[in-house]
């Protein structure tokens, strides 16, 4: 084929694309393949035999590295160039959009928001494991390398939602508009923060203004509510997350980990408090969960003195000099983060093993975090959830994540009318209630479990000693007690403060015990199987504590006489409740005053 032909042909379907109204709402047009644009599951043809085919490919033959893998690329191009070119067929087509500076660009309003909408999604496709047959360009690379990455790691964005996507027992709630209307007169404190909200987006758009001022403003316009809320908890505070490198060229993750540090423009949690009827957030409480080894139970991903517990929503803003794509890599990257606290918030307390620990509810299906962001006056509000990545999407594939993290837009709009902006208010406001009540509700919930077993460890440790040990033991205890999983990939000098706090609370109920050593026994049964028989011993308070135990850290599944057995002893033990050192450990646990510094990592 000729080169004029060939652009004649390209010229043709160009032509037919720009006709096809599945084109220019996707951009792309790849038959069965799964990306962000995919409204619906029935939209996919998705081949079993043709996943097992590519991940075959992604273990086997994938170029190593990225010099090896431009290396290929170059060789097929030569193949091809030398080939026969009889018939060139074009099966499938991708459009980059441009870069949309929202300070120049021209049009109506919709035109605007429709390219600013193209170029937030960006990338057509997910990634998937690379097949050598079909080596993508390094351009390809480049662009959506980030991407690529992040459905790696398993985060992955869907312009559109529907129930359809969940998968099981899942449910999840979406804020709606539906049955609220902008002109109740109920409505009229709403329609005065709306009005506010544009004046302030104008005069931010005419000054240029930087993301510092859009990023202030929505303090202020949008989250007000929540600011004023003693039960909800807002800063910009910094969360940790375990990272894993990706391949240049594959995206594909590796072995190697790193510690990462992530400062958000707005987490939205929790506030802890010392009232005594919600004793599961107290401070003291949290704090005590997360330090003992047996639990490690993270609620604040600032990791130090609690103040803002298991997040449900975060915000990141962007300026005309921005880029929205980064605002949603951000945003769902911290979204994902607080998805993992609610899974292990979710789970049976106990000892970590080589099985994974049962859910307390038979299931976790129910965990949910809001996700949102603004580039200038453009605002989105997705909703994601934790699930494990099936067969269609690489799961068991080297290098690709255990777990995904779907977000999906449920809301977007450029808010330069009262009545989009009355939309926007309308929904955070709906989010700001499911907070207060059936997110606060759910970690209440879970949470009595896991502060009565830190509870439990600590005091039955220190009676341990008090009882059999010498005070000389006691203090080379506290010297090398192993710390918390959270707290082994930390430095020397971090490593030390958590030993510090920890210690802390052992001397409190050190003290205690010592004033009054007759009020309390060794509380509990001791594993006599493998680490956990070493002194002062693993202990177990009830039935279900050894049942779980067993299967978890010893792969054992105790049958229907074991389980029998395993009540008698536990009621012979008479193992009684802890409710007077609970009050006592509260009183006292009221009256720290952690300062940020020494409670800081």
């Known amino acids: 084929m000729g080169g004029e032909s060939f652009k004649q042909t390209v010229d043709d379907c160009i032509e037919w694309m720009n006709n096809v109204p599945m084109f220019r709402r996707r951009q792309c047009i790849l038959p069965g393949v799964d990306g962000p644009w995919v409204e619906h599951p029935d939209e996919l043809k998705i081949f079993e035999n043709e996943v097992q085919e590519v991940a075959h490919h992604a273990t086997d033959r994938t170029p190593r590295s990225y010099k090896e893998g431009r290396h290929a690329m170059k060789d097929n191009m030569t193949e091809f160039e030398n080939a026969e070119k009889e018939f060139v067929g074009i099966d499938g087509m991708i459009c980059i959009p441009p870069v949309v500076d929202l300070g120049t660009v021209q049009g109506t309003d919709s035109d605007i928001e429709e390219k600013t909408e193209r170029y937030y999604v960006y990338h057509s496709m997910y990634m998937s494991p690379p097949d050598p047959k079909t080596l993508l360009r390094p351009i390809m690379l480049d662009r959506f390398r980030r991407d690529w990455k992040a459905n790696a790691c398993g985060i992955y964005y869907r312009h559109y939602y529907s129930p359809a996507w969940l998968v099981g027992k899942q449910t999840i709630w979406v804020p709606s508009l539906e049955g609220r209307s902008w002109e109740l007169p109920t409505e009229e ?12 987006a104008i005069m931010n758009h005419k000054g240029r203004k ?27 505070q910094r969360y940790f997350t375990m990272e894993q490198t990706a391949d240049k060229f594959t995206c594909l993750l590796s072995d190697e980990e790193n510690v990462a540090k992530r400062i958000p423009d707005l987490t939205v949690g929790l506030a802890v408090t010392e009232n005594i009827k919600d004793e599961c957030l107290h401070p003291a409480a949290l704090e005590r969960i997360m330090l003992h080894r047996h639990c490690g139970l993270v609620s604040d991903p600032s990791r130090k003195e609690p103040n803002l517990a298991f997040p449900f929503a975060v915000y990141e803003a962007k300026g005309y000099d921005g880029d929205p794509r980064e605002a949603r890599l951000q945003a769902c990257t911290a979204g994902a983060a607080y998805l993992d606290l609610l899974d292990a918030l979710a789970l049976e307390p106990g000892k970590a093993g ?56 449920i809301w977007s709009g450029r808010i330069v009318t009262e009545r989009k902006a009355w939309e926007l208010l309308s929904l955070v406001d709906l989010i700001h209630i499911w907070g207060r009540t059936q997110h606060r509700d759910y970690v209440m919930r879970h949470l009595k479990a896991w502060n009565k077993l830190s509870l439990r460890l600590f005091i039955y440790e220190t009676a341990a000693f008090c009882t059999l040990m010498t005070e000389e033991d006691w203090q080379l205890w506290l010297k090398n007690v192993p710390l918390p999983t959270w707290a082994r990939t930390l430095k020397a000098k971090k490593q030390h403060k958590v030993r510090e706090r920890m210690n802390e609370y052992y001397e409190f109920f050190f003290d205690i015990y010592k004033k009054n050593p007759g009020r309390i026994q060794i509380p509990a049964a001791i594993c006599s199987k493998g680490d956990c028989s070493t002194f002062p011993g693993y202990p177990q308070f009830s039935a279900k504590d050894a049942y779980l135990h067993g299967i978890t850290c010893h792969g054992e599944s105790p049958g229907e006489d074991s389980k029998t057995s395993l009540q008698g002893l536990f009621e ?24 940020a510094s020494d409670a800081g990592q």
């Open 210 to 236: 930087s993301e510092y001022s859009w990023e202030a403003d929505a303090w202020t316009d949008v989250f007000s509510p929540m600011r004023e809320d003693p039960l909800i908890a807002l800063d910009k």
């Open 189 to 200: 404190t709403r329609r005065t923060r709306a009005k506010q909200m544009v004046k302030h």
């Open 354 to 409: 080589p099985t994974a620990a049962a859910y307390q509810e038979g299931y976790n299906h129910n965990a949910q975090v809001f996700a949102l962001t603004s580039f200038g006056p453009h605002w989105h509000i997705m909703v994601g959830y934790k699930r494990m990545r099936r067969k269609e999407e690489h799961a068991g594939v080297p290098g690709m994540s255990k777990y995904v993290y779907m977000f999906h837009r």
């Open 572 to 595: 012979f033990l008479q193992i009684r409740e802890l409710g007077d050192w609970k009050q006592s450990a509260s009183r006292e646990s009221r009256k720290r005053k952690w300062s």
